[in-house]
């Protein structure tokens, strides 16, 4: 039997295993009621099978309308965690335009940052939140929005506003957040003290001497590479111009093309500091560990 089919088969009596552990043992079981659709879709949802889960919800919604802030509140973590942000964005919006003052309301500010930085939107992420922290009324989610701030900033490399958050957070009272700013702040401090190279000075040093540029920030095989192409095509112009005078074909052919060696030499030294940069801090943020609270 193909795989998809044993698939199928599993989850149609995983089903109807889950239905009858919620029915009734005296009464008929009947799963098209509001009771059992919002069990069942809270096993997807604790599952991990969040779309699916967000289509109960949905489904409760119909029979159960007075419930839509908490329900609604769920489906859009529903799509956060399924992979669909800009619908959980959307889903968080919504809330917040028709129930501002709900207990839904703090949690939803701090949601639409976090999909953000999911996105990688970190900048986004940062000003949302920003502007949002004067409305996070509650205590601990005031804190998680600060200290998702804060992340914000170390993956944008920002170190010294992020330092800034987490020093603050290290006074917070929830002793979790506290506990976490700690070791974001070392973070903080050991990304700015990371090991650079100055575009500048790359693109200086091959002005001076072709190659040294890129010898500078550890790459050998394009330093001798650069060297020997950009002395060679200079030796071989001198020569002809030494040979054939100011006229020669030679000299002029292989003189331009020294030149475009040259400049590109600089040129290449400068983005290759830029890269090694790049390189090393992202080695770096790929130790850090990040665990977003729901």
């Keep these: 039997m193909p795989s998809k089919q044993i698939r199928g088969l599993l989850l149609v009596i995983l089903l109807n295993t889950t239905l009858l552990s919620f029915a009734d043992s005296e009464e008929p079981f009947a799963y098209y009621t509001p009771e059992n659709i919002l069990k069942f879709a ?12 967000a289509d109960e919800y949905q489904r409760y919604l119909f029979y159960q309308p007075q419930e839509s802030t908490q329900i609604h509140y769920k489906i859009a973590v529903c ?15 919504a809330l917040l335009r028709t129930a501002p003052e709900s207990q839904f309301a703090s949690r939803a500010y701090y949601q639409i940052g976090a999909t ?45 506003e992020a330092s800034e958050i987490f020093k603050a ?27 650079t190279r100055s575009p500048f000075l790359a ?26 192409t950009v002395g060679l095509t200079g030796w071989q112009a001198y020569d002809g111009f030494r040979r ?38 992202e080695e770096f943020l790929a130790t850090l560990t990040v665990e977003l609270p729901y």
Excluded at 42 to 53: C, H, N, V
Excluded at 79 to 93: C, D, H, L, S
Excluded at 215 to 221: N, P, V
């Design 79 to 93: 799509y956060r965690f399924g992979g669909k942000t800009e619908q959980a964005i959307q889903g968080f919006e």
């Design 169 to 195: 957070l290290q006074a917070s009272d929830i002793i979790p957040i506290r506990e976490k700013a700690e070791v974001y702040q070392i973070y903080a401090e050991k990304g700015a003290d990371l090991p």
């Design 244 to 281: 054939d005078g100011i006229s020669s074909a030679k000299g002029w052919t292989l003189g331009t093309l020294c030149g475009i060696f040259y400049v590109g030499n600089i040129y290449g030294s400068v983005i290759s500091a830029r890269v090694y940069n790049r390189h090393v801090t």
């Design 116 to 160: 953000y930085f999911l996105q990688g939107q970190f900048e986004r992420s940062v000003q949302f939140l920003g502007e949002a922290l004067p409305r996070i009324m509650d205590a601990r989610q005031h804190a998680e929005a600060e200290q998702l701030i804060g992340l914000s900033y170390l993956k944008q490399k920002q170190w010294s």
């Design 203 to 228: 693109g200086t040093l091959s002005t001076v001497i072709p190659g040294t540029g890129r010898l500078y920030t550890g790459r050998f095989a394009d330093a001798l590479t650069t060297l020997f």
């Design 42 to 53: 809270d096993f997807l949802y604790a599952q991990g099978d969040y779309l699916r889960a």
